[in-house]
């Protein structure tokens, strides 16, 4: 399948510092990207759905201001954690699409906030 | 209606038996079936998938079975294996529609006894 990446797998900052996390289709054009939020032991949530070239559609109850997502080229986009706190501590997935075709997952990343 | 329903939450298998995991859904548009698999600190990978015009497709030890009246359709894991201990999660979308995310089940822990 399709390679999806992402980067860092792992990232530890302070509280109201801010933190991207970068999502790339190695192989592919990614017409739409996908971010997700994963708490322990439950599923994927989606956060919001970025198309190349236009803004975020962000979900209910997510907040655009503290989550900018960027989709600037059709094999990047970045999630930036704005201010965060030690709430926002959680496992971020990135996933990719090409037009109609499925969807692939990045590796996710670890955000600790301390 | 855009629920998918997972059952069981967890699961316990000895070595060689079947894990049989079960999903269900309401909207009669979703045209794409995956399962994916997610070990612990990583992403979800895309295990086996189906669409609605097939009710079953079978790819080494992973079945799916795919009921479009009852709107049901599982994963079965044959000779279940240690190495498949993991987190499942049935999901469900609209190929058909650019852009669109997965929606997904709450998954499922399945734990293989050897």
């Known amino acids: 399948g399709a390679v999806v990446s992402q980067h860092p797998s792992r990232v530890i900052c302070k509280s109201g510092t801010s933190v991207k996390i970068e999502c790339r289709s190695l192989d592919f054009q990614a017409t739409t990207m996908f971010w997700y939020r994963q708490f322990p032991k439950q599923s994927l949530m989606l956060m919001a759905t970025?198309?190349?070239?236009?803004?975020?559609?962000?979900e209910q109850g997510v907040e655009k201001d503290k989550f900018l997502i960027n989709h600037a080229s059709l094999t990047l986009s970045t999630l930036t954690v704005t201010s965060a706190h030690p709430e926002d501590s959680s496992f971020y997935i990135c996933?990719?699409?090409?037009?109609?075709?499925?969807?692939?997952f990045g590796q996710g990343t670890r955000l600790t906030v301390v | 209606q855009q629920q998918v329903k997972q059952s069981p939450q967890s699961l316990i298998v000895q070595k060689g038996g079947i894990s049989i995991i079960n999903c269900a859904y309401e909207n009669t548009a979703f045209d794409y079936f995956p399962w994916y698999q997610q070990f612990p600190g990583k992403g979800p990978a895309l295990l086996i998938a189906?669409?609605?015009?097939?009710s079953e497709k079978k790819e080494g030890r992973f079945t799916i079975s795919f009921n479009k009246s009852a709107k049901q359709f599982s994963l079965h894991i044959m000779d279940s294996q240690p190495g498949d201990s993991a987190t499942y999660f049935c999901?469900?979308?609209?190929?058909?529609?650019?852009?669109?995310?997965?929606?997904f089940g709450k998954g499922t822990t399945l734990s293989v006894s050897s």
């Open positions: 189906i669409r609605p015009d097939v």
């Open positions: 970025s198309n190349e070239g236009s803004k975020a559609t962000y």
């Open positions: 999901a469900a979308s609209f190929l058909n529609q650019a852009g669109t995310a997965l929606i």
């Open positions: 996933s990719a699409r090409s037009g109609h075709l499925e969807a692939f």
